[in-house]
């Protein structure tokens, strides 16, 4: 169909009306506009368009259709019709000027780099453009030459340019080639216009950066041109523009980056000396107060350093192994303002994993120095302005970064030790000036906090912790100090002290002496409700590691639970609570936990019964709001684990029973709330998982009920709360049938909702849910599974479910095949055996070429690399079960390949495709395969 040109421009009109009228116009021609770009006409109306020039509005939306039908869509045109474009696009690009619209001569410039990536047809592209518009052109025009030269470097690696490995290859030995004309091109632009015409310039510099991507020895030639000179000499400049100074920036990092990759050593030499030279401009730029300057200058000293940094550990102070850039990183650190701080992190991140790679005591001991100024330095960031009051919120830049501080310093503490390093802190408390202002008190606090866990050394040799006994001397007066803190003291010096506390609860447990007097002091803190939440957080942790300890306390923590409520106290903190003194009283006489587990659990299960009886509307992390009942509840479950010998009753079976009811009254009241469901369904999960089989009286009323619930609303955590039942029960004979019948139930509304348009992918965790109860089926009574009626369904949604993108979904459907492979091929003493065997060669005569299929193109064509994995271990476990069959269906599917890709270019050669067959179905290990799909999948993205 022809498309009037008239109309399109209308709906532009619309579309761009910054103040439009009618909404439902607007919101039409963007949906009208959005489907002529995915149409085919697209291609002749953006030409069209751009031809008129009516305005910038239409110039721009034809530009911007070209690019993404040339990036995404450019296998719709015909091979033939590609020399036809380019010659359209190679004239519009002709009136691109420095006065043309940023955006109109951007898309333009990106799609003609795109078109040059695609056809194969264009040999020379880059020395077709620069004889074009070059300065040797007759006539040259600069602009739109280095937009799109700046563009084909960072286009070549784009995802969304499906050109394939064997393209991509064929275009990086094309640009290495090309990298003395593109030297040559700006030495002249830069000689000639840089000084002259900063536009220019820019554009050079940015292309130079774009190009530094290109790994080839050939950049040695740059220090016989005036590039390297002119871009350190904008750089030791920081009253340049900012703009210029930014790119010229990005420039030497991009060819840092090259260089740690082509050791280079003319240019890395140049490069690295002219660095060095960049002390005097940046205490310049601090003088000038120009954040820009010294950020870029941050940006430059850290760059350096990470491609240093294995000469440096190597041969620390020798040549290029030179420790001065440590002086200018910590120079910047010097910096009052944080922000500039944090750029050098990654460095040290780097120094760290090369240092500790290296596991050299005497190397470390050379960096020892310069990470214990690092550290003091950090700690002067961490402070907080005096005049602050009350606690730094999380929402908070300086929340974040401190977070990241303490990151870091856990990375980088090794070198010069834990010990040491909270030395250091403790001797800061003790100068005069910090006594006297909280702010530096807490900060050195804080900074501690990053290395209490670790206190104690490891032997790196023997990876054998000393006993935390044997540190008793720089922990105890801090603690004593904690401990003895007045009331009255600033409320972020207390609230950091608390998690100083959690931090120590290791050693804490190795000197229970303290253990009470640290009880007291948590307990206390839970009254103030600034405090509440992380008392009860450390309190948590002080359980988890003391429970040899805190069991004469206990009835204390037990007090404190049943007053928890009216504290101000983060449910998150509460459960982490509860979590820890159910850890506890698992360690007790049946008859005590039976007691304490109802006093827990009877306590939450009243609030739930208010709530229902006062019918009292949601609101969310409330006490008004099921969920956080649902969770304490679950939180005792999980975590109370008494030993029950064979034959015993669980001490937690009567309370499970006496929850029961409740739980089930919750999952009428707020069947139609997915939230409140799911933790519903998580609370009953650890419930049946505590007493296992001794839940067996809910079983049948509890099937009966998510069967009917699932059909009303869906929710997919029936589905694995069924799994739950399934993974218990199965292996009871008596209960096969039923959980059989729940499955079938399952199956018709799992199978409407599916297979609905966009089923798959619009109900992920429904496939994850389900999948991951068949599985459960075939782990645990896999011959009633194998001969159910609802089996056909299964399998040819799993066929389709196989090639969905989401990672827990997929993983669940592929676990599931590796199952059902598993089925006939393990546990051959078992009678079933020859049972099992015969039903699942069956299901693979029947389905194993199409699911072999479907992974191959889902591997090819959909999932992303990181997911390769698990097609891999399915071919493995195929393979294990009938390697021949799987020979010939790999075979059958390569053949039918798509051998070539949008540009015309052949994607893969017949060769590759015998070898990836040949490294696939050779392989003895699942990496191997792995390593194959992820190499295959190349040709094709």
């Known amino acids: 169909m022809e498309v009037d040109i008239n109309e399109v421009l209308v709906a532009i009109d619309t579309l761009y009306d910054l103040q439009p009228q009618d909404r439902q116009k607007h919101d039409q021609a963007s949906q009208w506009l959005g489907q002529l770009q995915r149409s085919v006409q697209a291609w002749k109306v953006a030409d069209q368009l751009l031809h008129t020039k009516r305005d910038v509005n239409s110039c721009f939306f034809a530009a911007q259709t070209l690019r993404t039908k040339i990036q995404l869509y450019f296998g719709e045109l015909p091979v033939e019709a590609h020399a036809s474009l380019r010659a359209s696009m190679l004239e519009h690009l002709c ?17 003609l780099a795109d078109l040059a990536l695609h056809m194969a047809s264009w040999e020379d592209p880059i020395g077709d453009l620069i004889s074009q518009l070059g300065p040797g052109a007759s006539s040259p025009n600069l602009v739109p030459l280095l937009e799109v030269l700046i563009a084909l470097p960072e286009e070549l690696h784009s995802r969304q340019l499906r050109l394939g490995l064997n393209r991509r290859k064929q275009l990086d030995e094309y640009f290495r080639r090309k990298v003395p004309s593109i030297i040559e091109l700006l030495h002249v632009a830069v000689g000639t216009e840089g000084a002259s015409k900063e536009s220019t310039h820019l554009k050079a510099l940015r292309c130079l950066a774009s190009w530094f991507n290109i790994h080839t020895e050939k950049w040695v030639m740059l220090t016989n041109t005036c590039l390297v000179n002119d871009i350190l000499s904008v750089v030791r400049n920081p009253q340049v523009s900012p703009r210029l100074h930014e790119i010229a920036t990005d420039c030497i990092c991009s060819a840092m980056i090259m260089l740690e990759a082509e050791r280079i ?28 300057a010294i950020t870029n200058y941050a940006r430059i000293f850290s760059e350096l350093g990470e491609t240093l940094v294995e000469v440096m550990v190597d041969q620390p102070g020798q040549g290029m192994g030179s420790l001065q850039v440590l002086h200018l990183l910590l120079t910047c650190i010097g910096h009052h303002d944080w922000e500039v701080a944090e750029i050098t992190f990654n460095f040290w991140y780097k120094l760290s994993e090369v240092l500790y790679r290296k596991n050299c005591d005497n190397v470390n001991e050379q ?10 330095a950090l700690y002067r960031h961490c402070q907080i302005e005096p005049d602050h009051e009350n606690i730094l919120l999380q929402q908070d830049d300086f929340y974040e970064f401190r977070e990241r501080v303490q990151e870091l310093i856990k990375d980088v503490v090794f070198i010069c ?73 600033h409320m972020q010096v207390a609230f950091t002290s608390v998690q100083l506390l959690a931090e120590l609860n290791e050693w804490i447990a190795c000197h229970p002496d303290v253990l009470p007097l640290v009880l007291q002091f948590l307990t206390k803190r839970l009254h103030n409700k600034h405090l509440a939440t992380v008392a009860a957080k450390a309190l948590d942790a002080i359980c988890q590691s003391c429970r040899d300890h805190i069991e ?27 979590k820890g003194v ?6 007790f006489p049946p008859e005590r936990i039976k007691t304490d587990m109802k006093k827990l659990c009877l306590s939450q299960v009243r609030n739930l019964q208010k709530l229902m009886e006062e019918n009292a509307p949601i609101e969310k992390n409330t006490k008004t709001d099921p969920v956080v009942w649902l969770d304490r509840l679950a939180a005792i479950f999980r975590n109370v684990n008494p030993i029950v010998q064979n034959g015993e009753q669980h001490p937690c079976q009567e309370v499970v029973m006496e929850v029961w009811p409740t739980l089930s009254m919750t999952f009428q009241r707020y069947s139609s709330d997915l939230r409140v469901m799911e933790h519903c369904c998580r609370s009953l999960r650890f419930a049946v998982r505590c007493v296992h089989q001794q839940s067996a009286p809910l079983l049948s009323p509890l099937v009966e009920q998510i069967v009917g619930l699932y059909a009303t609303h869906g929710h997919s955590c029936f589905l694995y709360l069924g799994s739950i039942l399934v993974d218990e029960y199965a292996g009871e004979p008596g209960c096969v049938i039923g ?17 609905q348009p966009s089923g798959f992918r619009n109900h992920p965790d429904t496939v994850d849910d389900w999948f991951r109860l068949c599985a459960r089926f075939l782990q645990r009574a896999p011959v009633a599974f194998l001969q159910c009626s609802a089996l056909n369904t299964i399998l040819e949604c799993g066929l389709q479910a196989c090639m969905l993108d989401h990672k827990d979904a997929n993983a669940a459907v592929l676990k599931f095949f590796q199952d059902l492979v598993e089925a006939g091929r393990k546990h051959e003493d078992r009678p079933d055996f020859e049972t099992r065997r015969t039903l699942v060669v069956n299901i693979f005569n029947t389905h194993g070429e199409n699911l ?27 393979m294990q079960f009938d390697r021949p069959k799987f020979c010939l269906w790999l075979e059958a599917k390569l053949k039918v390949l798509p051998t070539k890709n949008s540009g015309g270019v052949e994607a893969v050669t017949q060769a590759q495709l015998v070898e990836f067959h040949k490294a696939v179905t050779q392989a003895e290990r699942t990496k191997e395969i792995t390593r194959a799909l992820v190499e295959f999948s190349r040709f094709f993205s």
């Open 95 to 111: 009136h691109i000027t420095e006065h043309t619209y940023q955006g109109i001569a951007t898309q333009l410039c990106v799609a």
């Open 265 to 292: 050593q003319p240019l890395a030499e140049v490069l690295f000396a002219g660095v060095l030279q960049l002390g005097e401009p940046y205490h310049l730029a601090v003088a000038l107060e120009d954040l820009n």
């Open 367 to 376: 960096f020892k120095p310069y990470v214990e100024r690092l550290i003091e």
């Open 417 to 489: 030790g834990s010990k040491p390093c909270f030395q250091q802190m403790s001797n800061i408390l003790q100068a005069p000036d910090v006594t006297k202002s909280w702010n530096l008190l807490e900060a050195a606090l804080f900074i501690m906090q990053s290395v209490a866990k670790n206190l104690v050394p490891i032997d790196n040799n023997l990876m054998v912790q000393s006993h935390p006994r044997e540190e008793n001397e720089v922990v105890p007066p801090i603690l004593e100090a904690v401990l003895k803190q007045p009331d009255e003291v």
């Open 552 to 578: 004469q306390h206990f009835e204390g923590l037990m007090q404190i639970i049943e007053s928890l409520d009216s504290f101000s106290i983060s449910n998150e903190a509460v459960v982490g609570l509860l």
């Open 582 to 587: 159910a850890s506890i009283l698992g360690r």
């Open 739 to 755: 959980l059989l019948a729940m499955l079938e139930a399952f199956t018709q509304p799992t199978f409407v909702l599916l297979t």
């Open 852 to 878: 072999v299929s479907n992974l191959i193109t889902a591997a090819i064509f959909i999932l992303p690399q990181y997911m390769h994995h698990d097609v891999a271990e399915t071919f493995y476990q195929i």
